[in-house]
């Protein structure tokens, strides 16, 4: 079993459509939790950390279940430009990043 | 602006030659990543450092090496390339005193190897 798991999608979805992005983890002792943003050919860029009470920043809140061992991505009112793979990441340790686990991503596509 | 970058962007090699993919950061980052990214496996940490004379293994490191001489660069060599070597690889960094997953990333070197 994977450390970090993703559904790859593509979830294809209408402009203005709210989607939800879950992932798995299977390490019950793992520390920090992210998601990060890549567009088609481009670098991973940090979208938002996950914490324990959950937290939004605009339209995009993120969620952590410790007790089933998830975390999930909510993006409402959908944006073309919001057509990107988002990165499950876990930080299993305390420690700088060399203890990052990515996911495989999700890939989103918002259409017109 | 600082900034992370990477060089070649593209290239194409043959079984067994050697290749450099160099990396530099102008944020003056300790901590600085290798990694490499291939469909279905996410990415993957071939090496990293936390500053000069410093490197370290990751789970990828089998023929990959990185030397770290200063604190602005961390150049990945494969002494000898392999086909399986066939990737995208992200360079990055972050700072020392950071205990958060921001990773800052680098436009990425994808290499051919034939």
């Known amino acids: 079993r994977k450390e970090v798991e993703q559904d790859p999608g593509p979830f294809n979805v209408p402009e203005g459509a709210t989607v939800a992005f879950n992932c798995t983890y299977s390490?019950?002792?793992?520390?920090?939790f992210f998601w990060y943003r890549q567009d088609c050919r481009k670098e991973p860029k940090l979208l938002m950390s996950?914490?324990?009470s959950g937290n939004e920043d605009g339209r995009f809140t993120a969620q952590l279940n410790r007790a089933s061992q998830y975390i999930s991505l909510l993006i409402r009112d959908s944006k073309l430009s919001d057509s990107a793979t988002y990165l499950c990441?876990?930080?299993?340790?305390?420690?700088?990043?060399?203890?990052?686990?990515f996911g495989t991503g999700t890939r989103l596509q918002v259409t017109l | 602006d600082a900034e992370i970058t990477q060089s070649p962007r593209h290239k194409i090699t043959e079984t067994g030659r050697q290749v450099t993919l160099a990396c530099h950061q102008t944020?003056?980052?300790?901590?600085m990543f290798w990694y490499r990214q291939d469909l279905g496996h996410g990415l993957r940490l071939i090496h990293y450092s936390y500053g000069v004379h410093d490197t370290n293994k990751g789970e990828v490191s089998d023929g990959y090496s990185v030397s770290r001489s200063n604190t602005e660069d961390l150049p990945l060599t494969l002494e000898s390339a392999a086909s399986s070597q066939t990737s995208v690889y992200f360079c990055a960094s972050s700072d020392l005193r950071d205990n958060t997953g921001e990773l800052f990333f680098g436009e990425g070197s994808r290499l051919t190897v034939l």
């Open positions: 996950v914490y324990s």
């Open positions: 390490n019950s002792a793992s520390q920090s």
């Open positions: 944020w003056n980052h300790n901590n």
């Open positions: 990441v876990v930080k299993n340790r305390p420690g700088t990043a060399s203890k990052l686990t």
